[in-house]
């Protein structure tokens, strides 16, 4: 059985009807699943992620493992790590591959998680420390008192 997540507005009238619409169309057996979404990441967490989080990581990488890292392979290291989820069998409960989420289907809790994991790997296994998200440094920057990451 596949099963597919699709994130949906119900508050959007036109979006709500056609929803009801296709749902009257289907014919047969279905299964349908309704949960409320979290609140989606804050691009104040992706910038985090992709200005600092993974930069620091990433030269912790290259200096811990002599591994040359790109911004790409960081982020595709990482995902790896701490973003997979199994694709299982339903009948017989056997995992056939594993596969990774996308950062576009995190909430903001599930993001802070994996900021949060980042930061530990980093310090625990490459003896890295990774500068606590400010949401001033934008502020800083333009008087002249950022300093470098």
């Not at 929803?19 to 992706?46: N, P, V």
């Not at 811990?64 to 409960?93: N, S």
């Amino acid at each position: 059985m596949s099963s597919e997540e699709v994130l949906v507005n119900l508050s959007d009238i036109a979006t709500n009807e056609a929803l009801c619409g296709g749902i009257k169309s289907r014919r047969g057996h279905w299964w349908f699943s309704l949960r409320k979404a979290g609140e989606m990441k804050s691009r104040d967490q992706l910038k985090y992620l992709n200005g600092c989080v993974y930069v620091h990581a990433g030269a912790g990488i290259e200096e811990a493992w002599g591994e040359r890292m790109t911004k790409d392979r960081t982020d595709a290291f990482f995902k790896k790590r701490f973003l997979q989820e199994p694709i299982t069998d339903r009948t017989t409960g056997e995992v056939k591959e594993m596969v990774t989420r996308s950062l576009a289907t995190l909430t903001k809790e599930e993001m802070t998680t994996y900021i949060d994991q980042i930061i530990k790997f980093s310090a625990e296994q490459l003896n890295t420390v990774i500068p606590p998200a400010d949401k001033f440094w934008n502020t800083r920057k333009a008087n002249g008192q950022a300093t470098a990451v």
